[in-house]
């Protein structure tokens, strides 16, 4: 009777926590609509957008090709992905027939078959009943909902939470990065190829397949780039990598039902890449996802449980093709999402392959579906981000070691003092990777470390099994922290590599974990006991920051609230825009006075970072002739960037009596003063004829030559 007691009080408690981190997110979400004035039109089309144009026609490709799946997690997951590639190719293929007649079509068409297809199979099952089996609430993993509740209210503090509407904000905070995928998303939304909207007549190279899905609703239904990107981004990345995330750990633990806690573990461990003890900078671009790296982690991950079920058919001698063309067609849609992250995983399987030969572990036929993968990889790879245009910000040179340590806050304060210690140079080094990794693993550091050593030599000396697509993740976390320790990637974007390290690591804890469990032994009472001590305490540093993030958001909506200027735009600059967009063609190229992201006295022509203003172009959805020459332009490129804005200063030089004739040898139509930046400029004269004006911006048409 007591037990049966104990039962149904857990059963209550665990209900009671359910509904509590549903309500929450229905309250974040009433949150961003009532305070922050999401648009909630748009953000509509949106959902339905992802609904029926992404997730039910990925799930009709997963039915057509035959792939099933043991649990919906796992089918929803990798349909969503399915789906975007569906996409993917349809963008693509509309932009060769020259029509969106396909883009406006075939992904409501295949939702549609999906619903007659499950009813018609509810019918077959029981003529008298299609509604299928009873959604049970209790069947829900109470620490899964928790851990999505706490994935949304990291997104949204950081994105939706510190963006106010620009219609109703006296001036409202703008991430230069962020507006950089809005220009992004605008320009996808024309067609492709890939268009500077900030400097015109130039190609972009980038990864562009997160972009390229939220072009197609500004494209088909005139969703504004900001609503795609601040408004629904946060649910969508709380959907994709939430649940990646817990099928990740389900589909490769023994254990299932301990999915949605490691999941949580996760969250709570606040994995670190750190800038600043402050900020999980793992958590800042993944969960809030900037540059899409939360997509191309949850891609990984997907990708991992793809391989297994794939190298499993292969190895056992049973049909596998359709497990391998799914395989190729998602690492082309992973290398489109977040190009380093595909390489860290198409180097660790060759990695895999070779351990795999020397051992005599692995068929050597096994290299024709690598090669088909990696042929794969490299397609989407040259074409859509390599070739001119990419711009890598750290210079030529492809390997640069440790320039990552400088976003590490503890690498000088370590280094000076363990030379005041008179440590030699290469046992500092040694003591930095050590602490890295301690802050970079926090609290698996002392199960992944055990587990992955344990791993190797049990593996070397064949005292256990080969299995690939483990060995796989194994070798996924060298190669990823390798990439990032000596790549150089355009700046700190090497960063990327070791995001494959750091959300791999968890499950090795796990892996460890599981093949001890029936150790009672001192070592893995200590191993556990540590586990724990350091998910309690990272659990407060995630906390701290939650407290902080809560803090900046409340800050943000503020009534009357002055941003930083270089880091803004204010309503009379956003109303200018909105008149250009409303009243300009849309090949009209603007000159714009405001291409720095920092005061004049901190600027400087070889920084690209200073150099990444695109607010005007991406809100006005026009060409810009100097804002943001930084991201398009290679940090070798600077004396470019350099002669373009001397060049441009000459058109804002009131003493200039040729600056018509050089706006219209540049092919500039319009030209835009920022009040704020070059203060009250009378541009005026025969061929600057003024037809805006507000209290911050003035802007005159240029006369067209005779």
């Not at 589909?251 to 949605?260: C, I, N, Q």
């Not at 750190?274 to 793992?282: H, Y």
């Not at 194994?474 to 990637?489: E, K």
């Not at 009243?583 to 006295?601: I, Q």
Request: hydrophobic content about 50%.
């Amino acid at each position: 009777m007591d037990a049966t007691n104990t039962l149904t009080t857990n059963r209550i408690w665990n209900n009671v926590i359910k509904a509590l981190a549903c309500i929450s997110m229905i309250m974040m979400a009433i949150v961003g609509i009532a305070v922050y004035h999401a648009n909630l039109p748009a953000l509509l089309i949106l959902v339905f957008f992802a609904l029926f144009y992404v997730q039910l026609p990925g799930l009709t490709l997963l039915r057509l090709f035959r792939l099933n799946y043991d649990h919906i997690s796992t089918t929803l997951c990798i349909g969503f992905f399915a789906g975007w590639a569906f996409v993917t190719a349809q963008y693509f293929l509309s932009e060769l027939i020259h029509t969106n007649l396909l883009l406006y079509v075939l992904g409501p068409a295949a939702s549609l078959y999906f619903i007659i297809d499950r009813i018609r199979s509810y019918k077959s099952r029981n003529p008298h009943r299609i509604s299928g089996k009873r959604f049970r609430f209790s069947a829900l993993s109470t620490s899964l909902c928790v851990f999505m509740a706490g994935v949304l209210f990291y997104a949204l503090a950081s994105t939706q939470y510190l963006y106010l509407s620009p219609e109703i904000a006296v001036s409202t905070y703008m991430n230069p990065d962020k507006a950089y995928h809005m220009g992004l998303i605008d320009s996808l939304s024309h067609g492709w190829p890939l268009v500077s909207l900030w400097v015109q007549g130039r190609i972009i190279k980038y990864h562009v397949f997160t972009e390229l899905l939220m072009s197609v609703p500004v494209r088909l239904f005139g969703v504004p780039a900001d609503v795609a990107i601040f408004s629904f981004n946060p649910y969508m990345t709380t959907y994709v990598f939430g649940l990646s995330t817990y099928v990740f750990f389900r589909e490769l633990l023994k254990r299932k039902e301990r999915a949605g806690l490691c999941a949580l573990s996760v969250l709570l461990s606040n994995l670190f890449i750190c800038r600043s003890i402050k900020v999980s900078l793992a958590f800042h671009f993944a969960i809030i996802n900037d540059n899409a790296v939360g997509y191309g982690i949850s891609g990984a991950m997907v990708f991992a449980v793809l391989l297994r079920n794939w190298y499993r058919r292969f190895e056992s001698g049973e049909k596998h093709l359709r497990e391998l063309l799914v395989l190729t067609l998602f690492i082309m849609l992973l290398t489109g999402i977040k190009g380093p992250i595909a390489i860290v995983l198409v180097g660790a399987l060759w990695g895999t392959y070779v351990i795999g030969l020397i051992l005599r572990a692995v068929p050597f036929k096994t290299v024709l579906p690598l090669l088909l993968i990696s042929v794969a990889f490299l397609i989407v790879y040259m074409t859509v981000m390599g070739g001119k245009g990419t711009s890598n910000g750290s210079g030529e040179s492809i390997f640069a070691f440790a320039t990552i340590a400088n976003i590490a806050f503890y690498h000088d304060p370590l280094i000076l003092m363990l030379k005041g210690m008179g440590i030699p140079k290469i046992l500092r080094l040694a003591c930095m990777l050590v602490v890295f990794m301690i802050f970079f693993l926090t609290a698996f550091i002392l199960p992944f470390t055990i587990g992955y050593i344990r791993e190797l030599i049990l593996v070397f000396s064949k005292k256990k099994a080969f299995v690939f697509d483990r060995v796989m993740i194994y070798a996924a976390f060298l190669v990823g922290l390798a990439g990032m320790f000596l790549m150089n990637y355009s700046g700190h974007s090497q960063v990327y590599f070791g995001f494959v390290a750091a959300f791999f690591a968890p499950l090795i804890a796990y892996w460890f974990f599981e093949d001890m469990e029936d150790n009672r032994g001192a070592l893995m009472g200590i191993v556990r006991g540590v586990f724990v001590a350091c998910l309690i305490l990272t659990s407060f540093t995630l906390v701290w920051h939650l407290k902080g993030m809560t803090e900046s958001a409340q800050f943000h909506q503020a009534p009357n609230i002055e941003y930083n200027t270089y880091q803004s735009i204010s309503q009379p600059e956003y109303e200018a825009m909105v008149w250009i967009r409303e009243n300009t063609p849309k090949d009209v190229l603007l000159a714009t006075d405001r291409y720095s992201s920092v005061p004049m006295e901190k600027y400087s022509y070889e920084n690209r970072w200073t150099n990444r203003f695109f607010l005007y172009a991406t809100y006005a959805n026009r060409f810009c002739y100097i804002a943001g020459s930084g991201y398009n332009l290679p940090a070798g490129d600077w004396v470019i960037r350099k002669e373009m804005i001397e060049t441009n200063n000459q058109i804002y030089d009131v003493n200039n009596a040729n600056r018509g004739e050089l706006a219209r040898d540049l092919g500039i139509d319009y030209v835009v003063v920022s009040k704020r930046f070059s203060g009250d400029l009378d541009l005026a004269n025969e061929d600057f004829t003024q037809c805006f004006t507000n209290e911050d911006i003035d802007i005159y048409k240029v006369r067209k030559g005779d």
